[in-house]
Every structure is written in structure tokens, then in C-alpha cells.
């Protein structure tokens, strides 16, 4: 998410209408029949990360303001679900990044990743009501002080009220442990790898969080035992974004391919040689490692999202500028959104078939420029 490395500005810079029974029968949509599903709006500068809230009935977008210094202020943006206009601004203290949404509790955490924090944001107040450090800061050879570890993919279990956020570092990447009543680290769990950590999702039924890591590994920390408990290599290289299949029985797995990822690997990873391009999303079996598909995507899959009651998948191409979107079955692709320039986050209003994606620039937009929300009528 930060732009001064090179993985986080390549990792971080990173639909159907009808009935739930009836999506295998969908032929692919027409480019035309999909482009008259999406409505865009630019929004604020620096957006990365969306959540929808049912309870709120409203789109809460992560701004940054970008860096520079033309950069705008760091704020989580309250969206109309149907226009997009900004309905409250949420003022933060520290610049915003990836989030996740407690919609029980009215609470959306913020990941701050060059502060090595998260905000927490009440959203039926619509404020900011505390911030969680993480990690202090350590003077490094070159006496200064700096974090050690960078922050991107966030998830919450509001039963057993705790906040699990990877710390990725080539060091030795961690998982943060946070208490959400007490809004304290109550852990840090070492072991998720010597290489940047991007993927995270969470596994209720199984007491345990999957991580991946660029090492091409899927790495499972238990949350009961608050230790590594399995890692397996995948043939993923770039293995990034993860989503969960509810019977728990399948992983999917968005491989980017990115050359500027893979010139991070090369020279931060020994003995490092790429074997395979990307452009898909591998569907693997959590427990064993097994890869049970392979699916081509568009150019530069990050963002993954899966609605298993309609058995849809639904997928950012950031280089190419598309969303994508499978059916979960058969892994066939039923249609294509073309939303240029760079697709990042992924988030689904359920009871209405809506999905919203977060929209970066690209090199010849004007620096500064407000980044975009696009809304899909799936």
C-alpha cells in the first residue's frame, strides 16, 4: 500500500439478477449488456478498500488523500449506495488503507499501513473513536526510526470479538492479534513467512485464519492455539487476495503475475526463478493444499470475492481494467465489466445483487485526480 517499495505499490496500488437457484444456466454477458450495469463516480484521491453496510445501508470507502504534495486528507467516505454521493466525510488521523467491516457492531476498522495502526471508526456515529498501534518503531543501521512491518488485508470475528491484521515484512511476516473491546494488541504471532504476507480471510468454522505469502506458500494460523498449525506450497508465485468458500472446503487464490512483482522476488528471495505467469485464480482444498483448479483471469487478478448462495466469483483485474465474474461450480466466466483504469476492492451488497469496486488511476490520469467507486447492477 505505500509507495516508496516496490511490492506495495504493485500489491496494494493494490453478477447475476435472477433467482439463487438458477446461475448455471447464465450464457456470459454481452460487453454492452454489461457496460449498461455500471455506474462510476469519482470520489476522493488515494481510495483503496470498500465495505457495504446492510445495518447502515451505506458504502464506506477508504481515502489515503494520496501522497505529495497535492494530497488530499485522510478520511473514510460515507457513499449513497444507489448515487455514490458522499453523505459524510469521517475525518482520520492517520492515512487509511484496507478495512473491514463489524456490521453487528457498528464498527469499521481502517488499517493504517505506514503507521503500523488501525483506526476504528463507528459508523452509526460516523466518526473515528480510537486508534490500535501496533508495533512500535525501531532505529534501524541507518539511525533512523522506522516500522519494521507493513500492514494490508484485515479480518474480524465479532463472536470472540478480535481483529486479526497481517504485518508483512521480508523480515518475517506477523499476525497481529486485537481485542475489539478493549481496542488493545493482546498478540503477535510470528511464522507467516520471510516475504511479504498479502492475503487474509478467516475461517470461523475451523477456529483459524489462512494467510499467503510471496514465498508461494498458504500459511494457517489457529486462533485457539494463536500458533502456525499448517503451511503447504501452492504453484501460485504471486499468490495474493484469498476468499473462502463457506463449507470450508475450498480456497481461492488470485495469482497476480506481475513483472514488477516478480523483480521484487527475484532480487529479495534466494535462488528465486519464475515458472509460471499469473493471470488466475488457483481453487485449492485449505487443509491439504491440493490444487483443485485453475482458472485464467484477465491481466493483474487481485481483489476476490465470492457470493456463495448465487455461486458467483467475482474477480479485479487491476492491468486489465476489468471485473470478472464465474460462476463458483463450474468456473466458467458468465460476464466481463470493463471498469478502467485499475480495479482494486471488491464489496457486495447481498439482498440487492450489487457489487462495488474501488477504481485507482493509471499513469495518464492527472496526478491528484480523484480516484473512482464504480456501482454494478449484477
Do not use: W
Request: aromatic share 6%; proline share 5%.
Amino acid at each position: 500500500m505505500h509507495p516508496r517499495t516496490l511490492f506495495r505499490s504493485a500489491a496494494l496500488a493494490l453478477a447475476i439478477s435472477l433467482t439463487v437457484g438458477a446461475p448455471s444456466a447464465f450464457a456470459a454477458e454481452t460487453a454492452a449488456t454489461a457496460a449498461a450495469n455500471v455506474v462510476r463516480k469519482p470520489v476522493a484521491q488515494g481510495l483503496y478498500e470498500l465495505a457495504f453496510s446492510p445495518t447502515q445501508n451505506a458504502v464506506f470507502v477508504a481515502s489515503s488523500g494520496g501522497f505529495g504534495d497535492d494530497a488530499g486528507p485522510s478520511q473514510v467516505l460515507r457513499l449513497n449506495p444507489e448515487t455514490l454521493v458522499v453523505e459524510k466525510a469521517i475525518p482520520l488521523e492517520r492515512k487509511a488503507f484496507g478495512v473491514v467491516l463489524d456490521d453487528a457492531h457498528n464498527r469499521l476498522y481502517v488499517g493504517n499501513t505506514v503507521d503500523t495502526s488501525v483506526t476504528v471508526v463507528d459508523t452509526a456515529q460516523n466518526k473515528a473513536i480510537g486508534i490500535v498501534q501496533l508495533m512500535e518503531k525501531k532505529v534501524g543501521k541507518d539511525g533512523k526510526a522506522a516500522y519494521t512491518h507493513d500492514l494490508r488485508e484485515l479480518v474480524v470475528d465479532p463472536v470472540n470479538n478480535r481483529l486479526y491484521v497481517t504485518g508483512h515484512s521480508g523480515e518475517g511476516s506477523v499476525l497481529f492479534v486485537v481485542d475489539t473491546q478493549s481496542l488493545k494488541l493482546i498478540n503477535t504471532i510470528p511464522g507467516l513467512g520471510n516475504a511479504k504476507a498479502p492475503g487474509l480471510v478467516f475461517d470461523a468454522a475451523n477456529k483459524r485464519v489462512l494467510t499467503s505469502n510471496l514465498l508461494g506458500e498458504v500459511v494457517t494460523v489457529g486462533t485457539e492455539t494463536a500458533k502456525v498449525e499448517q503451511r503447504f506450497k501452492v504453484t501460485a508465485e504471486q499468490p495474493m487476495n484469498l476468499a473462502l468458500d463457506p463449507t470450508g472446503k475450498r480456497l481461492f487464490v488470485t495469482d497476480q503475475g506481475l513483472e514488477m512483482i516478480r523483480k521484487y522476488q527475484g532480487t529479495s528471495i534466494p535462488g528465486f526463478v519464475s515458472k509460471h505467469p499469473g493471470k488466475r485464480v488457483l481453487v485449492l482444498d485449505p487443509k491439504t493444499g491440493k490444487e483443485l483448479a485453475s482458472i485464467p483471469t484477465d491481466a493483474g487478478p487481485l481483489g476476490l470475492l465470492l457470493d456463495a448462495p448465487r455461486k458467483r466469483l467475482y474477480v479485479t483485474n487491476r492491468e486489465a481494467g476489468t471485473v470478472t465474474a464465474y460462476d463458483s461450480d463450474s468456473y466458467k466466466q458468465v460476464a466481463t465489466y470493463a471498469v478502467p483504469t485499475h480495479p482494486n476492492s471488491l464489496a457486495l451488497d447481498a439482498k440487492n445483487n450489487v457489487l462495488y469496486v474501488t477504481i485507482k488511476n493509471g499513469d495518464k490520469d492527472e496526478k491528484g485526480s480523484e480516484e473512482s467507486v464504480a456501482r454494478i447492477a449484477l
